[in-house]
């Protein structure tokens, strides 16, 4: 008996382990859930807001510029027209494309990278068009957005994986704004052709909530079958023990023709 207890004791320290696992997954879902439930929060609260100037974001903290995600700034200079590059692997509705990005320097002499739009591919994936703006004064409205993450894979010149400000950086060689990037709102004076402007996101927090109680379930699952197996081997002691035990299963089972004949049966032989 001290044997099996072990046993079982040993399963019980398993399913402890797989509980702990399951909660810890559960929680890093939450935890992506409340990310995601503070993104769209940023954007319902700030994508509406009055544009603000670029200069009351430009020398805060990085955890600073995060509460200001989607905000329109209003900002005056010219496109350095020769660094335009174009990020890859972009699509739109299943069409292939690229988001064209250019360097902005502001009359005070701040560079920061401006996202202009979308431009498709052609059938060779190549960008059907070219829409690089002119390098002309104008005065922008754009949102602000926060760095990408650090590109897994190179690129050829002119191109780009992420918009990651710091490797932008070190491939264009300029200094560039590193808390955020803007997202073009619209410009003045206007291009003759210019990339299809990004749409707003949809507000979607993600499926992380019923992820997370997928795993909480999980984790009873693990010791609900636990103490099934360990009633199931119970049960299975006591029948050895005793030839006229009836398992509780049986019990609230109604009675067949079949369990009346075979008694009937066991009783003649």
Request: charged share 25%; aromatic share 10%; hydrophobic share 40%.
């Given at each position: 008996?001290?044997?099996?207890?072990?046993?079982?004791?040993?399963?019980?320290?398993?399913?402890?382990?797989?509980?702990?696992?399951?909660?810890?997954?559960?929680?890093?879902?939450?935890?992506?859930?409340?990310?995601?439930?503070?993104?769209?929060?940023?954007?319902v609260d700030n994508y509406e807001k009055t544009a603000i100037t670029f200069g009351s974001i430009s020398d805060i903290t990085l955890d600073?510029?995060?509460?200001?995600?989607?905000?329109?700034?209003?900002?005056?200079?010219n496109y350095l027209v020769n660094q335009e590059l174009l990020v890859r692997n972009r699509p739109i509705a299943g069409q292939p494309g690229?988001?064209?990005?250019?360097?902005?320097?502001?009359?005070?002499?701040?560079?920061?990278?401006?996202?202009?739009?979308?431009?498709?591919?052609?059938?060779?994936?190549?960008?059907?068009?070219?829409?690089?703006?002119?390098?002309?004064?104008?005065?922008?409205?754009?949102?602000?957005?926060?760095?990408?993450?650090?590109?897994?894979?190179?690129?050829?010149?002119?191109?780009?994986?992420?918009?990651?400000?710091?490797?932008?950086?070190?491939?264009?060689?300029?200094?560039?704004?590193?808390?955020?990037?803007?997202?073009?709102?619209?410009?003045?004076?206007?291009?003759?052709?210019?990339?299809?402007?990004?749409?707003?996101?949809?507000?979607?927090?993600?499926?992380?909530?019923?992820y997370a109680v997928q795993w909480i379930l999980f984790a009873l699952m693990g010791f609900f079958a636990l103490f099934w197996a360990i009633?199931?081997?119970?049960?299975?002691?006591?029948?050895?023990?005793?030839?006229?035990?009836?398992?509780?299963?049986?019990?609230?089972?109604?009675?067949?023709?079949?369990?009346?004949?075979?008694?009937?049966?066991?009783?003649?032989?």
């Amino acid at each position: 008996m001290s044997k099996s207890w072990l046993r079982w004791l040993s399963w019980f320290l398993f399913a402890t382990l797989f509980a702990t696992a399951c909660v810890g997954l559960a929680n890093w879902q939450f935890d992506r859930r409340d990310q995601a439930v503070s993104k769209i929060q940023r954007m319902v609260d700030n994508y509406e807001k009055t544009a603000i100037t670029f200069g009351s974001i430009s020398d805060i903290t990085l955890d600073e510029v995060t509460l200001f995600e989607w905000t329109p700034v209003e900002l005056s200079g010219n496109y350095l027209v020769n660094q335009e590059l174009l990020v890859r692997n972009r699509p739109i509705a299943g069409q292939p494309g690229f988001i064209q990005l250019v360097p902005f320097q502001l009359n005070s002499g701040e560079v920061v990278i401006i996202e202009r739009g979308w431009i498709p591919a052609n059938s060779e994936l190549a960008p059907a068009t070219t829409m690089t703006p002119s390098d002309q004064p104008k005065a922008l409205v754009a949102r602000v957005r926060l760095s990408e993450l650090t590109p897994n894979r190179d690129s050829p010149d002119g191109f780009a994986t992420s918009i990651h400000l710091e490797s932008l950086e070190t491939t264009l060689g300029t200094t560039l704004e590193q808390q955020f990037y803007l997202r073009l709102i619209s410009e003045l004076p206007g291009e003759a052709s210019s990339p299809q402007p990004l749409s707003k996101p949809t507000l979607d927090e993600g499926n992380h909530l019923s992820y997370a109680v997928q795993w909480i379930l999980f984790a009873l699952m693990g010791f609900f079958a636990l103490f099934w197996a360990i009633r199931q081997e119970q049960e299975y002691r006591r029948i050895e023990k005793d030839p006229t035990y009836v398992p509780r299963s049986q019990r609230k089972r109604k009675r067949t023709d079949g369990d009346i004949e075979d008694e009937l049966l066991d009783a003649k032989s």
